[in-house]
């Protein structure tokens, strides 16, 4: 055996060893899409962001072009990325093994709208502020914009989404602050926001209308925290009674 041939199967040795000890996939420049198949015709699914880390299942593919694709898992998406947009990495090199399942959480970095589904078009079903954290369902869906969303369980309400620009997963809960210190004395309530009056103090309660930022009701002198620690005021409502929460009114 010559040299030449000698070095290449040497060559060939390492890059097969390096892709078997390798188990994730780094974003290395810039965005990269994550596609339905190992080239640019394939659908796109996703992106896998610069720095982001994704679990690497082992197979890699080598287009027209002659560039290496790599399959991957990232935040319930499999796919395939390119090879000129990331790098292949051991345990450790990233910044999250997004395949070890160990996300357990969705936690708002902002306050935060969560949807009925995927994208802004769907139902606003409640916020989450700062800090607030729902059980993360592993599953995470992008919208026609390549905007990330996640999938969470939202108390009493059941399934919900909440955009990736304004949460993050995490391995650890963090709860955030409660509203107990809400004030619970006054004659009346006067609007913040656009302000959901419920049949009972929670999101799972009938929705009876609503009042306008500005607006103001009688306080009927009676209260309650709901599960997320969140208070909600009684009060007069189109001749009857309902509920309203504190973090759109405030009380005077």
């Known amino acids: ?65 002659g560039v290496d694709w790599y399959r991957v898992r990232f935040g319930g998406i499999t796919g395939w990325v390119s090879s000129r947009y990331t790098r292949l990495s051991t345990s450790g090199d990233g910044d999250w093994n997004w395949g070890s399942g160990s996300a357990r959480y969705v936690r708002a970095t902002a306050r935060v709208n ?21 059980t993360y369902l592993d599953e995470t ?3 026609g914009a390549g905007n990330a969303w996640y999938k969470a369980e ?23 602050a409660s ?17 959901n009056v419920r049949s009972g103090p929670g999101l799972s309660y009938t929705d009876k209308g609503t009042i306008s930022r500005g607006g103001t009701a009688t306080y009927l002198d009676d209260y309650s925290v709901d599960e997320r ?11 009857g009674t309902g509920w309203v929460s504190s973090r759109y009114c405030e009380l005077h």
């Open 229 to 239: 620690g969140v208070t909600w005021y009684k009060i007069s409502y189109n001749g």
């Open 141 to 143: 869906r992008y919208d």
């Open 179 to 195: 509203d107990d210190d809400a004030g619970t004395s006054g004659s009346y309530i006067e609007a913040t926001g656009s302000l």
């Open 1 to 65: 055996m010559n040299m030449k041939k000698i070095v290449s199967l040497l060559l060939m040795l390492m890059l097969v060893s390096g892709l078997a000890l390798a188990d994730s996939v780094v974003g290395d420049s810039g965005d990269s899409w994550i596609r339905s198949g190992p080239g640019l015709s394939y659908d796109k699914l996703g992106l896998l962001g610069e720095d982001d880390s994704a679990e690497y299942l082992g197979s890699t593919s080598t287009d027209s072009r």
């Open 154 to 176: 939202y108390y009493s309400y059941g399934e919900v989404w909440v955009s990736a620009a304004y949460s993050e997963l995490t391995s650890t809960r963090t709860d955030a």
């Open 114 to 134: 969560v949807r009925s589904g995927p994208g802004t078009s769907y139902e606003d079903v409640g916020t989450l502020v700062r800090g607030e954290c729902l």
